[in-house]
Each structure stands twice: as structure tokens, then as C-alpha cells.
């Protein structure tokens, strides 16, 4: 299971690129009206990006790993920007199975009902 607790930010170039690349994933993902990862100000929702941000933040880490050694240089060499895409995808393509797997389970469904504790102030602002 994905841990809950955000891994600390090392504020590298990996994560900058992971959170562009996260809300370009995003943008996509909920273009054309529906919503994937559930009803916003939900449980669901807020699980299903913690599901997401887990695997992003994979990504970054494997990306650190990632470097490799020019033996004739000495000098370490960044994974290329298609094994860097490819694994994105592979990152990705796992987060939605996760997503998928939660939101079909008892659990994913429960949440759906629940929302958020502070709720949607754009809501609140706009009911009376």
C-alpha cells in the first residue's frame, strides 16, 4: 500500500519537472468533463491524489537513481529524455490502475460520499 506521509522535498530539479509533468497528467486526465478520480471535495478525490502524488514522487526517485557513469570521463550522465518519458507513462499508467482498483473498491465508494472537512469554500461563498 502507498504510504500516506509525503516524502520530504528535496526541491531538485526532479521534482519540478514531476510537478509540471503531474499537472500536465492532471489537465489531461480530466479534460472532456468526467471526473476520474471522483467527486471533487470528496474522500475519493483526495485519495485518489495521494495515489497520484505517490507515484509521481516515484518517478522522481527513480529518475535520481537513474544516472549513469561515463567510465571514460568519470562524469554522470542523466537519463535520456525518452527513458525519462517512457517511465512517466509507466508511472503514470500504474497511479490510474491504483485509482481504478480504489474507486471500484468499498472503500473508494464510501469516500465518494464523504466530503472533505473544510468542504468547498467557492460553495459556501456562493449559497447564500
Not at 526532479?14 to 489537465?27: G, I, P, Q, Y
Not at 527513480?62 to 525519462?84: C, V, Y
Amino acid at each position: 500500500m502507498i504510504s500516506r506521509k509525503p516524502p520530504a522535498f528535496t526541491g531538485d530539479g526532479w521534482d519540478v519537472s514531476s510537478n509540471v509533468r503531474l499537472l500536465k497528467h492532471v489537465t489531461q486526465v480530466s479534460c472532456g468533463g468526467h471526473r476520474p478520480w471522483g467527486p471533487p471535495w470528496t474522500e475519493q478525490h483526495a485519495e485518489c491524489t495521494r495515489i497520484a502524488i505517490s507515484y509521481k514522487n516515484a518517478w522522481c526517485q527513480d529518475m535520481r537513481e537513474s544516472f549513469t557513469l561515463d567510465e571514460a570521463t568519470g562524469e554522470l550522465i542523466p537519463p535520456t529524455r525518452q527513458a525519462q518519458d517512457a517511465n512517466w507513462v509507466e508511472c503514470m499508467r500504474r497511479a490510474e490502475v491504483d485509482i481504478t482498483a480504489y474507486r471500484a473498491s468499498e472503500q473508494g465508494k464510501a469516500d465518494a460520499m464523504r466530503s472533505l472537512p473544510h468542504g468547498n469554500p467557492n460553495l459556501r461563498r456562493h449559497s447564500s
